[in-house]
Each structure stands twice: as structure tokens, then as C-alpha cells.
């Protein structure tokens, strides 16, 4: 069993020192309460501003941003997920990314990532987000093509997706398919929104039957205005944990004898039939008219 904190905040765009300073604010305090990780929402660190991002933050200091939310991690005796863009030109990313990915303007891509990293400051995870939502997100970055990975942390298997990608039930059977018993989701929902987390991210704890963790931004950064609703769902469905939509840290306790009872009782992981599904995939592909009456 492990207790889980999550930060739900409010970040300013590109004030980087004073999002590190929530952080580590944060990861000092729910050290304190004995939680061995904590979960901040989608590029917190720098904040939620795709295209400012993308024409204002210089690459170059990223390496920095990253070594100094590794200190925090070093220096308050936690894990820590954190989200950042990430150059896709020639970087590895959970093994993909690539000279290929390239921006509209032709220029290197970036990608929304997510890490984890141990208490001692180590990466023991990166995942980048697969599906970006929204016209500034496709304009500022490029998608990802590779699944999550699973990663062993503090005797739980765990994985990561971002925001968008926990509303597609594929992303997070992907991840429970290789194992995954804990999912740590970074994100920035916008207000109106409420029907994700309290809906979609608890449908997927059920169907795969894991631990979902979903950490939100809340308040207004620049021209979004984000609600909160922060929640941890464990493989039944049930909220362990939710916020409201002001400033929050939540805890909550997982472990790996709920998943694995869940997916005893009812094996749907055992029971999928992927073959089945491709193949009816396949029948989706436009093809010849048929005659009016035939049913095949």
C-alpha cells in the first residue's frame, strides 16, 4: 500500500520559480504526511500556455527545470510526477519520438510529457501524450504514437497518460494490458468539464480495473479558466479521493490487493477478445457498395 498526494493548483504561465515553489511547498508537505508520491497537473511547472510555450519558453532551459523538480524530489524524500514539453527531435520518448516529428512550421516538434521520478531524483518513466486536444495543443505540439509503460514503484506497477488521452478507453487498457495497476494523470481540464473526472476517469478505474490518479489545475492561467475536480479512483470505480475547485492537496491510499481482487471477480482483462475486436475494426474500412438487401 502506498498513500498518493495530489496537487490541485493554480500555475502562472512561464513564472517558472514560483510553480516550482508550489511544488516543492506541496511535496514538503505531503512528505510530512508520510505519502511516498506526488502527482502534479499537465506542464505545472511552466505553466498552461500552449502557444505562449511554444514562442516564448526557450528549450534550452529545460534540462534545468527538469534537474530542479528532481531536487525537490531529492530534497523532500518523495516521488514526483511532473508534466513539461519535450523536444521530439531526436529525444526518447518511452523509446519513440524522432527526427520525423516535426512542427507545422518544419521546425523540431515538441511534445507534452509527463515523468516520473523517484525519491532520489532518478527517472524511472516518460510518456508523452498521444492525444492532443483543442487547436492551440495541435498547433504548439505533436502528438505521440508510443503506449504507456509500466514502471515497478514502491512495489506497485504503474504507468502514465496525460489529460486527454484517459477519455479514450484504449489509452488506459493500453496500460492496464502491460500491467498497470496504478495510472497517474496529469492534466489541464478547463471549466465545464466536471463529467471527465467524476465520469470518464472513474469508468476507466472500473474497465481496467486499476487505481486512476487525475491531478487539474484550478483558477484562471491566461485565457483558461480551469475547474478543479481533482479526484483518485480505485479499480471499482469509487472515488478514494476528490477536490472541489480551489487550491487543494488530496491523499489517498492504493495498493495492488483491490486491483488484483477486481480483476478476480470480474476477469475483463483475461476475457477481452483482441482479435475479435481488429477484425470488426477492419469491417469499418470503406469498401464496395453492397446491394440494397444484403445483410453481410
Same mark, same amino acid.
Given at each position: @500500500? ?23 511547498? =506541496? ?11 506526488? #502527482? ?15 514562442? %516564448?519558453? &526557450? ?22 510526477? !511532473?508534466?513539461?514539453?519535450? %523536444? ?13 516529428? @516535426? ?14 521520478? &523517484? ?11 498521444? $492525444? ?13 504514437? %508510443?503506449?504507456? =509503460? ?14 486527454? &488521452? ?12 502491460? *500491467? ?20 470518464? +476517469? ?9 487505481? +486512476? =490518479? !487525475?491531478?487539474? $489545475? ?5 485565457? !483558461?479558466?480551469?475547474?478543479? *475536480? ?5 479499480? &471499482?470505480? *469509487?472515488? #478514494? ?24 471477480? +470480474?476477469?475483463?482483462?483475461? %476475457? ?21 438487401? $444484403?445483410?453481410?
Amino acid at each position: @500500500m502506498m498513500l498518493l498526494s495530489v496537487l490541485q493548483a493554480n500555475a502562472a504561465v512561464l513564472d517558472v520559480e514560483a510553480n516550482l515553489r508550489t511544488i516543492d511547498e =506541496a511535496a514538503s508537505r505531503a512528505a510530512r504526511a508520510g505519502a511516498g508520491l506526488l #502527482l502534479t497537473p499537465e506542464l505545472f511547472p511552466v505553466g498552461y500556455g500552449p502557444l505562449r510555450l511554444r514562442s %516564448e519558453l &526557450d528549450p534550452a532551459t529545460l534540462p534545468a527545470i527538469r534537474e530542479s523538480l528532481a531536487g525537490i524530489a531529492r530534497r523532500n524524500g518523495i516521488g514526483l510526477v !511532473y508534466s513539461l514539453p519535450a %523536444e521530439a527531435a531526436g529525444a526518447a520518448v518511452n523509446g519513440g519520438g524522432g527526427s520525423r516529428d @516535426m512542427d507545422r512550421a518544419g521546425g523540431p516538434g515538441w511534445h507534452i510529457s509527463a515523468s516520473l521520478v &523517484d525519491a532520489g531524483g532518478t527517472e524511472l518513466l516518460r510518456y508523452a501524450k498521444v $492525444h492532443l486536444f483543442g487547436d492551440e495543443e495541435r498547433k504548439a505540439f505533436v502528438a505521440a504514437n %508510443e503506449p504507456p =509503460a509500466v514502471v515497478d514503484f514502491l512495489g506497485i506497477r504503474t504507468s502514465l497518460l496525460i489529460c486527454y &488521452d484517459i477519455e479514450f478507453p484504449e489509452a488506459a487498457r493500453a496500460a492496464a494490458a502491460r *500491467g498497470a495497476e496504478l495510472l497517474l494523470v496529469p492534466t489541464a481540464l478547463s471549466e465545464g468539464y466536471a463529467a471527465v473526472p467524476q465520469v470518464l +476517469v472513474r469508468a476507466r478505474a472500473l474497465e481496467s480495473q486499476l487505481n +486512476v =490518479a !487525475y491531478a487539474n $489545475h484550478c483558477g484562471a492561467e491566461d485565457s !483558461y479558466t480551469f475547474g478543479g *475536480g481533482s479526484v483518485v479512483a480505485g479499480p &471499482d470505480g *469509487g472515488l #478514494l479521493a476528490a477536490a472541489g475547485n480551489a487550491p487543494e492537496l488530496l491523499f489517498a491510499t492504493v495498493g495492488t490487493e483491490a486491483v488484483r481482487a477486481a480483476r478476480d471477480e +470480474v476477469p475483463y482483462l483475461r %476475457e477481452r477478445r483482441p482479435e475479435l475486436y481488429r477484425e470488426w475494426e477492419a469491417r469499418l474500412a470503406p469498401g464496395p457498395a453492397r446491394p440494397a438487401g $444484403h445483410l453481410a
